[in-house]
């Protein structure tokens, strides 16, 4: 299987993606933002498709749109919460201009099914090292960010009184989020985020309590299941995204049995 450059392209990209959306993705559900990371992948979609359309590049459009969308959201604040509503309204728009992008270039109806389920398969040296520096900026941001961050998730009004800027703090954060998700369209398309950037924090948030180790967690089981997910791929020949949505999905609720099964035993 490793003797195919396609392969080790695929497992290459799988595994700086699951990585990054592992450990951002943790704080994205510790913050209670997953409806906002997932609206974010809608708009990135239009974005992808307005480049084809000029005659850009998908992945510059996907990057720009989202980095301005999750600067927008950021600049919300607090008041970003209870949004649901407005954020799947605009979820939806964002799908809909993608799709009148594309009625204008039906030849690209093969880009457009690869921007919403993701070609993992097909990624190139360049789009490989384009998402390792994406992935390498995400990641950095967060580690200087982290702390105000965990402070400003955990404990929002004590952080505030201590001077800490919740709207700077959102505003970046979102930034790093549209980044990530960029990242991971490259890999399970838009329309798919939630498997990488949610189902694996989830999960992990689920076994500990503990920030490192669940932070850690939620990467290990990104990249299990993004790299299991691309072996199965291989096997079956079924699509790669619908492995690693499965394995997602399997692993939380496996998850979900463990800790219904531990709370209804009796402590002694």
């Known amino acids: 299987m490793l003797n195919y450059d396609f392969m080790q392209h695929a497992f290459a990209a799988a595994g700086i993606v699951a990585i990054v959306a592992g450990v951002v993705g943790f704080f994205l559900v510790l913050r209670g933002q997953t409806f906002a990371g997932h609206a974010l992948s809608h708009v990135g979609f239009a974005g992808a498709t307005g480049a084809i359309l000029i005659g850009g590049s998908p992945l510059s459009g996907l990057i720009a749109f989202t980095l301005l969308a999750g600067i927008g959201m950021g ?36 880009q457009a099914t690869a921007l919403l389920f993701g070609n993992v398969f097909g990624v ?9 520096g994406i992935g390498a900026a995400a990641l950095i941001a967060l ?8 402070f400003a998730s955990l404990q929002p009004e004590l952080a505030e009184a201590k001077g800490v800027s919740l709207r700077l703090v959102s505003i970046l ?28 924090a989830a999960t992990a948030q689920r076994l500990t309590s503990r920030l490192g180790l669940g932070v850690a967690l939620s990467a ?49």
């Open 143 to 150: 580690g200087v960010i982290a702390r105000p961050l965990l």
């Open 75 to 110: 600049a919300l604040g607090d008041k970003l919460s209870g949004r649901d509503v407005a954020i799947g309204v605009i979820l939806s728009l964002s799908l809909g201009l993608g799709l009148l992008f594309l009625h204008f270039f039906t030849a690209y109806a093969t």
């Open 220 to 268: 290990g089981l990104a990249l299990v299941e993004a790299w299991l997910g691309l072996v199965l791929a291989y096997y079956t020949d079924w699509p790669a995204s619908f492995w690693i949505t499965a394995l997602s999905a399997l692993a939380y609720f496996a998850s979900l049995a463990g800790h219904r099964r531990a709370a209804a035993i009796p402590a002694h």
């Open 124 to 132: 190139s040296d360049s789009t490989l090292l384009v998402l390792f």
């Open 173 to 200: 954060f979102l930034a790093i989020v549209a980044l990530a998700v960029s990242a991971c369209a490259q890999v399970v398309g838009v329309l798919l985020v939630f498997a990488l950037m949610v189902g694996p």
